[in-house]
């Protein structure tokens, strides 16, 4: 381990650290607040993939598909293999493809944010962001499919019920620091 000339911790290896779990997890915020703790770069999947493509997550859904819009999300986490040490928020469907959870583990640790879907739907503040949530009944069922997944992904489950973002962030952050991930 040796620190780079911008501060940052940098590992020998790929090493990075995915955070999944449903849409207004708080993934974003989690990689944002441990970034800045622990002076580790943070990127988003959904913004990555919103540069690649030039549209924004709503239209790539709109113009061209959710199979589209997962293929840029696959570019993406490819794109991120000639990085280090970094957090990575990613989107909530990131695990519908089993090539992109390959791809996170071939690359890091995979950390779930494990919550209820009306903590998700109350976090959500920007809908319009969100193309692939729809009604509340659809919502439901989307949580109750992708469960499973992020289950089955995860190298590590953090209960984030009835927590604040900051109590989130400490006990992730001693949580990742405890196993030398950060």
Known sequence: MEFD???YIVHDNCDHIFFVGF??????????NLGELF???YVDTDRL???IAGKELGEMFALAGEEYFRDVETQVLRNLRSKKSLLVSCGGGIVERAQNVELMHEMGTIVYL??????????????DRRPDLGTADHARRLFEHR???YEHAAD???????KTFQQVAL????????????
Do not use: N, Y
């Open 5 to 7: 000339d911008t501060r």
């Open 23 to 32: 849409l207004g997890a708080g993934k974003s915020t989690l990689a944002r």
């Open 39 to 41: 002076h580790r770069r």
């Open 49 to 51: 993939a919103e540069r």
């Open 114 to 127: 494990d919550g209820d879907l009306t903590d998700s739907l109350r976090q959500i503040q920007r809908l």
């Open 147 to 149: 469960k499973p997944l």
């Open 156 to 162: 590590i489950t953090i209960d984030i019920r009835e």
């Open 171 to 182: 006990d992730s952050g001693k949580l990742l620091w405890e196993r030398g991930l950060l």
